[in-house]
């Protein structure tokens, strides 16, 4: 496999870092999330109030716990999820695999996020765009920001705000779309659409993914909701991903 080298020093150049860029290999806009803390997790009272909302205490939300203050480098992140434009660009170049659905007319569009890829498939693909997938943290601060929020837009659900169960698509939506649901720092599909991969550990040391999907309700939209799938190696018709680009040491500022 070819992997491309994206040497990020010329694009931040030597003053404040650009609030956005493009990455050279797959196309993408990023946006750079500043160095700094923020709240990660749920408190007990928070998971209360989930409880309620969800009307079951579901076990899931309680791996969210506990509330804490953690420290997260600035870094760039895709803005939107990685699209099935995108990764056929990356199997054209390097000759791998094809996912499931990626020819389909109702989940094949060039816009609409790729889906059943697994973490190896994303790691290879976010190896040759010289990026890398999101640590929890990273993309958790990402989608909320410092305020505590649940929603990437804010504290109160509103359903029209992104693609989740109440929205009532039934499947993948093409990126850009929900404009009032984009986080702090501009990102979108943060909340429903396609949940995401990162690095990092879930329970019984199972891989995370984030965000909620399409077919998830309110309470599985959060930025804080955490689960991983049935099939880590293909994926699943609502599975997918973004990258992230670290900045060099010495260029944090």
């Known amino acids: 496999m070819l992997d491309k080298q994206w040497d990020i020093r010329g694009d931040i150049g030597a003053g404040p870092l650009p609030e956005s860029l493009v990455c050279p290999v797959d196309g993408a806009e990023m946006v750079l999330v500043p160095e700094g803390d923020f709240v990660m997790g749920t408190s007990q009272e928070e998971l209360r109030q989930i409880f309620l909302l969800d009307e079951r205490e579901n076990p899931v939300f309680a791996t969210e716990a506990p509330a804490r203050t953690v420290h997260v480098d600035a870094f760039y992140i895709d803005r939107y999820p990685v699209t099935n434009y995108q990764y056929r660009?990356?199997?054209?170049?390097?000759?791998?695999?094809?996912?499931?659905?990626?020819?389909?007319?109702?989940?094949?569009?060039?816009?609409?996020p790729v889906v059943f890829v697994g973490w190896d498939d994303a790691r290879a693909y976010a190896r040759w765009a010289g990026k890398s997938l999101p640590t929890e943290a990273q993309w958790e601060k990402a989608g909320r920001g410092t305020d505590g929020r649940m929603w990437s837009w804010g504290f109160a659900f509103l359903p029209g705000r992104c693609n989740s169960r109440e929205y009532g698509l039934g499947r993948t939506s093409e990126i850009g779309y929900f404009t009032e649901g984009i986080s702090p720092y501009g990102c979108y599909d943060m909340c429903g659409n396609v949940w995401e991969m990162c690095e990092g550990r879930w329970v019984?040391?199972?891989?995370?993914?984030?965000?909620?999907?399409?077919?998830?309700?309110?309470?599985?939209?959060?930025?804080?909701?955490?689960?991983t799938p049935e099939d880590p190696v293909n994926g699943a018709h609502w599975l997918g991903f973004r990258c992230v680009k670290e900045i060099p040491v010495g260029y944090q500022r």
């Open 89 to 112: 660009k990356f199997i054209n170049e390097t000759g791998h695999r094809e996912p499931y659905l990626i020819n389909h007319p109702l989940w094949g569009e060039p816009l609409q």
């Open 204 to 227: 019984g040391q199972h891989l995370p993914m984030r965000g909620g999907c399409f077919l998830g309700s309110a309470t599985f939209v959060r930025v804080t909701c955490r689960w």
